[in-house]
């Protein structure tokens, strides 16, 4: 009662209505028994350590059992207060200990400003330069070998400190509840901390806690635990809660890095079941940058009741936030811009390309259904795609998948396909491809001619423009460029035509040559078959059966050639010599 003021009035107040002795509850306590017994030992003289730990809790017990100087000098509420300010406040550990440690009286501490005393505080010591702390009060980070020239009081401690990082003080601060991290980033954006070190911190949070984001994401190697972070307690976490609260924490920011945590917290989202407020803004933050998404990102599984292997609908809101927005950019851009052009549409066509490989990965899956289909592939406007040969392989890719297919709803399918912008690949594909019904192949058949006829004419006015004069061809050329690159390749295809025509004029040439040889050995072939047509069948059998009758035919030859007049013998020997000769000549062609 000589030092603590409330329990000197309340035994006061029950002095006059209690004769003997009395019991009184003091609720609302803050600290618990803990607080109470330290206190209790300072009042009887016993000798009390205060720490980082319990300096808030023992602050707060102080206060409410009003131990102020009126009650003895020197009293406990000083004391408390003096080792805040000069001890803890200026320590990076101890600050962050202590408030790990005022969970148990965070209302007292809110309503004495210890609280935001201690968030000041690290706020400050985060937006400072960390080297300018000291050591060993510096407990950002970890001790390398020995061979620095770090002092700590005029003594050499052998040993220095790693160069600093922006995001030194991540792995400290998640070990704070999610209450008093929220408390903590506010105060930090508060005093205009960037929100890229906001954001990493946040995010390092969540992995921390979300162990979802982990499984799927190429997180980092985890930092090395600081030694500040060996004193502290590890905190349990709600993790529905937890994902609410960082969800209304993040800051209006863009990355690669960034949107990907997104898409991760609204994997989770879905697996946790949290409210619908929080999963509309996820899905609204991520269609603001949803050109920087990628494909395994937006590859949501269904966890649902629904029969299709992705979460499709997902994916549509997504992709309406972000044409919402993009409308609403395009409404301030000049009328005479082409947005195809334009670079202000970049975002727009990465989108497209995007959807294109979704909507192809997802095809294989059997029981999506054509309309989802349809509804996917025309959610963007039709100036976001100047190709759309990512729809056809996703419209081929869902035709193997589902074969069951009738004619007709493929048809209709292959409306969203506009023929005229497939390139030459695609329609060199599309004409030969059996799942096709026929009335497309026909129509992509048709476009083809159609684009050569186009290639071939703008290759002609070339020629003609390099063959004009020098002003003429200038303005004749760009007249027809324009023309000639929205072909996408028809150009090159012509060229390559003119290329494989003069090679069939070469092979056509050589063709001839070989007919005419092969005439002349017909020819040599018929002369030799009717010189030996007067031949005596007996000569035919014996041919066929190998038999040599070339003496007897010799000397008969030589007999004939005797009558037909009256030469010498030496020349009719000369002359059945000879004839022998082209004989076996002859014969030498079979």
């Not at 407990?139 to 700590?152: A, E, R």
């Not at 994916?315 to 670079?343: A, C, K, M, N």
């Not at 026909?442 to 703008?458: I, S």
């Not at 303005?475 to 035509?497: F, H, K, L, S, Y």
Request: proline residues 4%; contains cysteine.
């Amino acid at each position: 009662m000589s030092k603590c003021g409330k329990i000197a009035s309340i035994f006061e107040e029950l002095k006059s209505t209690h004769d003997k002795t009395f019991t009184t509850n003091l609720e609302e306590f803050p600290g618990g028994p803990d607080a109470f017994l330290f206190a209790a030992k300072f009042c009887y003289g016993i000798r009390v350590e205060f720490t980082a730990r319990n300096i808030i809790m023992v602050y707060c017990a102080a206060d409410f059992l009003e131990m102020t100087d009126e009650y003895g000098e020197d009293n406990l509420l000083l004391k408390s207060e003096n080792f805040l300010h000069k001890n803890v406040l200026r320590n990076w550990k101890d600050c962050i200990l202590a408030l790990q440690s005022c969970e148990s009286c965070m209302p007292r501490a809110e309503k004495l400003y210890i609280l935001k005393k201690c968030l000041n505080a690290v706020s400050m010591m985060v937006c400072t330069d960390p080297s300018l702390f000291g050591w060993p009060m510096m407990m950002y980070g970890s001790l390398q070998s020995p061979g620095g020239s770090i002092l700590w009081n005029g003594i050499n401690t052998g040993a220095r400190i790693r160069s600093a990082e922006s995001d030194w003080w991540f792995e400290d601060i998640s070990y704070f509840s999610v209450g008093l991290f929220e408390r903590l980033i506010k105060t930090m954006e508060g005093r205009g901390i960037r929100c890229e070190l906001l954001a990493g911190a946040i995010m390092y949070y969540a992995r921390k806690f979300l162990p979802g984001l982990g499984r799927w994401q190429s997180v980092q190697g985890g930092k090395a635990r600081t030694v500040a972070s060996f004193s502290l307690t590890p905190v349990a976490v709600d993790q529905k809660v937890l994902l609410e609260s960082i969800e209304m924490l993040l800051p209006k920011k863009k990355g690669k890095s960034f949107c990907r945590f997104l898409l991760g917290l609204l994997r989770v989202a879905s697996i946790l079941g949290v409210n619908q407020t929080c999963q509309d803004s996820l899905e609204r933050r991520i269609g603001m940058q949803l050109e920087l998404a990628s494909l395994d990102g937006l590859l949501i599984p269904s966890y649902s009741d629904s029969d299709t292997l992705y979460n499709t609908d997902c994916v549509e809101r997504i992709v309406h936030h972000f044409v919402s927005l993009e409308s609403g950019l395009t409404l301030f851009s000049p009328p005479s811009l082409d947005l195809e052009s334009s670079p202000s549409s970049e975002p727009l066509r990465k989108v497209a390309r995007l959807m294109d490989s979704y909507i192809a990965e997802v095809a294989s899956d059997v029981n999506l259904k054509p309309g989802k289909l349809r509804i996917l592939a025309e959610v963007l406007p039709e100036s976001s795609r100047p190709l759309h040969d990512g729809l056809y392989r996703a419209l081929d890719i869902y035709f193997k998948a589902h074969p069951w297919l009738s004619d007709g709803e493929k048809e209709k399918l292959c409306n969203i396909i506009d023929y005229q912008k497939l390139s030459v690949d695609a329609c060199a594909h599309a004409s030969q491809n059996e799942r096709l019904p026929l009335r497309v192949i026909l129509q992509v058949l048709f476009f083809e001619q159609m684009h050569l006829r186009m290639a071939l004419a703008g290759c002609l006015n070339v020629l003609e423009a390099e063959s004009a004069p020098t002003g003429q061809g200038e303005i004749a050329g760009n007249a027809t460029a324009g023309q000639i690159v929205q072909r996408d390749g028809w150009v090159t295809v012509v060229r390559e035509n003119r290329v494989l025509k003069v090679d069939m004029e070469k092979m056509r040439s050589r063709v001839g040559e070989l007919e005419e040889e092969f005439s002349k050995i017909k020819q040599e072939m018929k002369r030799v078959t009717k010189s030996h047509s007067s031949l005596s069948s007996p000569r035919v059998v014996a041919r066929k059966f190998g038999c040599k009758l070339l003496a007897k035919s010799s000397d008969a030859q030589t007999d004939v050639a005797g009558s037909t007049g009256p030469t010498p013998r030496p020349s009719v020997e000369k002359a059945c010599s000879s004839r022998n000769s082209r004989h076996r000549k002859s014969f030498s062609l079979f």
